[in-house]
């Protein structure tokens, strides 16, 4: 079903251009700024221009961030690529088309509302539009990409501390969950679906999950995937089901479907007071998970979900110059044999490893821990791996068939 007529105006062009210049969660020689209160700082730079475009709801009241049928659609944003290798050298990649597919994503934005109140509003801005550039439109090669509004948190209400307001957390939630009963109703038409989730994104997700898929036989039959990435998924030690869950369990293998990949990223082991990695902290506490004898978080490689050490595929908006002596003009830049990742586990912690493994000279711009070890490197989670996740969902898809 196409997405009931809906349209917004001009000026959501120009919020979008703006967006793809700006760039959201990109690694870059200067790294966009951000402070601890920040759970996902995605979304235009900072000085840029804050237009804001009232986007048109259904008659459910969703307003639709992306849809199939929505123009513009930061969702179907262009794919075009480049790759920048070691030695600076450059190959631009074919741009793949906006999927007819017969597959579903469902995203959740992570915490980018600069708004004054608790609560954001569902007026669409240039950071959940650059959120979507940056986290969901490369989904949509493989799958048609629905995202709704949610009054989530905002920075401001985080600020003042992580699982010390229920009443906030829940207001985000039931706007949450309003968008997907609005989806399965109106939009879902029973096709499978994958749903991914950031930050707060996830701890949503992770709520939704818990209530709506997991204990429904017949929407897990559904599920192709869900991607929760830091959000805590928690399990019991050394299992892949129970805990958030409990009937989906970790995805160990493309070929697995109706599965959870989950993981947070870190350059090394999360300090004691980290917010990610650790049972019943940071961004649990928002998907109402505490820290419980006997649980871990869950970590699942994107780069390999059968274990072992792989190479990520990292996707960044280009936000301006890449490497000296690279030309790169597409909106989306590339580093491939610049990073592995493996899941590893130390001082009740997991996290997913991610290691710098250039050559001598190579200059490419590298991700750092911006926010600070107890963060790691939770703004680019999603973008590391980005290929991967896109790839591993492509062959789920094929295994759900």
């Not at 192709?224 to 959000?231: F, K, W």
């Not at 990610?276 to 979900?305: I, N």
């Not at 490893?353 to 963060?375: E, K």
């Amino acid at each position: 079903m196409t997405a009931r007529g809906r349209s917004t105006t001009a000026a959501a062009v120009i919020v979008l251009a703006g967006a793809l210049v700006a760039g959201c969660t990109a690694a870059s020689p200067a790294p966009p700024s951000a402070t601890p209160t920040t759970v996902a700082k995605v979304g235009p730079a900072a000085g840029s221009p804050a237009p804001t475009v009232t986007a048109p709801s259904d008659a459910a009241g969703t307003v639709w961030l992306c849809a199939p049928g929505l123009v513009p659609n930061p969702c179907a944003s262009s794919l075009a690529a480049t790759s920048v290798l070691a030695d600076g050298s450059t190959m631009r990649h074919a741009t793949p088309d906006e999927t007819t597919s017969a597959f579903d994503c469902f995203y959740v934005y992570p915490t980018v509302s600069t708004e004054s109140t608790d609560n954001a509003d569902l007026t669409v801005q240039p950071a959940e539009i650059g959120a979507a550039v940056a986290q969901a439109s490369r989904f949509s090669s493989v799958c048609r990409v629905w995202a709704p509004m949610y009054r989530q948190r905002t920075e401001s209400s985080l600020a003042k501390g992580l699982g010390n307001d229920p009443t906030a957390d829940a207001t985000a939630y039931a706007s949450v969950l309003s968008g997907w009963r609005d989806y399965l109703a109106h939009d879902n038409d029973g096709r499978p679906v994958v749903l991914i989730g950031h930050s707060q994104g996830a701890a949503m997700l992770i709520r939704l999950l818990r209530s709506q898929i997991d204990p429904d036989p017949a929407l897990r039959r559904r599920l192709v995937s869900a991607i929760i990435v830091g959000g805590n998924v928690q399990v019991p030690t050394g299992s892949d089901v129970g805990g958030s869950f409990a009937h989906i369990a970790a995805c160990r293998s493309a070929g697995q479907t109706g599965c959870v990949i989950a993981y947070s990223s870190f350059l090394g082991p999360p300090p004691t007071d980290s917010l990610f990695g650790r049972p019943g902290t940071g961004v649990s506490l928002q998907s109402g998970q505490t820290a419980s004898a006997g649980m871990e978080v869950l970590c699942t490689d994107p780069a390999d979900l059968g274990g072992g050490t792989a190479a990520l595929d990292p996707y960044f908006l280009r936000p301006g110059p890449t490497v000296a002596g690279a030309s790169v003009s597409t909106p989306w830049v590339e580093y491939p044999d610049l990073y592995t990742a493996r899941c590893e586990s130390a001082g009740a912690a997991s996290w997913l490893q991610v290691t710098d493994i250039a050559t001598s000279g190579d200059a490419r711009p590298r991700v750092t821990d911006t926010l600070g070890a107890q963060w790691g490197l939770h703004l680019d989670d999603i973008n590391l791996a980005l290929g991967n996740l896109v790839d591993v969902v492509a062959r789920q898809e094929v295994a759900y068939r």
